[in-house]
């Protein structure tokens, strides 16, 4: 049976009281120590962990975000696709909030997240307004568009820079951890390119595959306006005339 705590929380979360979920929780951590709320968040729904989530990031911290364990985090976050927020702004900050809390290990929760079913797609919402950036960092494993970069390096293809994101000795960091430190997209990047590399791998594909997937959209919509515009025969017929 679920503690009653966990029973309070899912009641408030059903009436929209994220507020009060969120207090009852902390509650816990009150009266039995925060061991008693990390146990039993394992038996709290993953949707109603999420909607506690959403309503806390670094500017308004929790103790759930403070408390959950990588496992518990990953089953909640792949369940943001489920608001339709085109934006991905909470997404943004419930992954900063919680990957780079004080004390926590941001490899640890990427693993979590990368090895979950739509994980990688989770990671590639979080990126999808720095793609060119993800791209730029994917090719000369530096941010800054102007930098000088590897002569050779320029020379592989893509496919070789993929093979090589695994092999340590030839991906190796342009940039060091303490350049990339702020706790935002582009230590998220670096993390995941320099730790685990498979993640990086699929994330960037899967934006790869997006962007193609919008382009194809975007010639449809201008064959179609182009067709639109264009005269008709018979409109032709009638100017000739």
Same mark, same amino acid.
């Given at each position: 049976?679920?503690?009653?705590?966990?029973?309070?929380?899912?009641?408030?979360?059903?009436?929209?009281?994220?507020?009060?979920?969120?207090?009852?929780?902390?509650?816990?951590?009150?009266?039995?120590?925060?061991?008693?709320?990390?146990?039993?968040?394992?038996?709290?729904?993953?949707?109603?962990?999420?909607?506690?989530?959403?309503?806390?990031?670094?500017?308004?911290?929790?103790?759930?975000?403070?408390?959950?364990?990588?496992?518990?985090?990953?089953?909640?976050?792949?369940?943001?696709?489920?608001?339709?927020?085109?934006?991905?702004?909470?997404?943004?900050?419930?992954?900063?909030?919680?990957?780079?809390?004080?004390?926590?290990?941001?490899?640890?929760?990427?693993? @979590?997240?990368?090895?979950?079913?739509?994980?990688?797609?989770?990671?590639?919402?979080?990126?999808?307004?720095?793609?060119?950036?993800?791209?730029?960092?994917?090719?000369?494993?530096?941010?800054?568009?102007?930098?000088?970069?590897?002569? @050779?390096?320029?020379?592989?293809?893509?496919?070789?820079?993929?093979?090589?994101?695994?092999?340590?000795?030839?991906?190796?960091?342009?940039?060091?951890?303490?350049?990339?430190?702020?706790?935002?997209?582009?230590?998220?990047?670096?993390?995941?390119?320099?730790?685990?590399?498979?993640?990086?791998?699929?994330?960037?594909?899967?934006?790869? @595959?997006?962007?193609?997937?919008?382009?194809?959209?975007?010639?449809?919509?201008?064959?179609?306006?182009?067709?639109?515009?264009?005269?008709?025969?018979?409109?032709?017929?009638?100017?000739?005339?």
């Amino acid at each position: 049976m679920s503690h009653p705590v966990l029973v309070k929380a899912e009641k408030l979360i059903r009436v929209g009281d994220i507020v009060g979920a969120e207090a009852a929780l902390v509650s816990l951590v009150d009266s039995e120590g925060d061991d008693a709320l990390v146990v039993a968040l394992d038996d709290f729904p993953a949707k109603d962990l999420l909607a506690v989530l959403r309503d806390f990031d670094a500017s308004r911290e929790s103790v759930v975000n403070l408390l959950v364990s990588p496992e518990q985090f990953a089953r909640a976050i792949v369940l943001e696709r489920r608001y339709g927020d085109l934006s991905h702004e909470r997404l943004h900050g419930m992954i900063n909030s919680v990957v780079f809390r004080a004390g926590g290990d941001p490899v640890e929760f990427l693993e @979590a997240i990368g090895e979950i079913e739509g994980g990688s797609e989770t990671l590639a919402d979080y990126f999808c307004e720095r793609v060119e950036a993800i791209e730029h960092f994917f090719r000369t494993a530096s941010f800054d568009f102007f930098a000088d970069t590897d002569e @050779a390096a320029d020379e592989l293809t893509d496919e070789e820079r993929l093979d090589l994101l695994s092999d340590s000795d030839a991906n190796r960091p342009f940039l060091n951890h303490s350049e990339v430190n702020d706790h935002d997209w582009m230590e998220l990047a670096w993390t995941l390119r320099y730790q685990h590399p498979e993640i990086f791998r699929e994330v960037l594909l899967i934006l790869r @595959a997006r962007a193609k997937s919008e382009e194809g959209r975007s010639a449809v919509v201008e064959q179609q306006s182009a067709a639109e515009q264009r005269p008709s025969a018979g409109q032709q017929e009638e100017s000739a005339l």
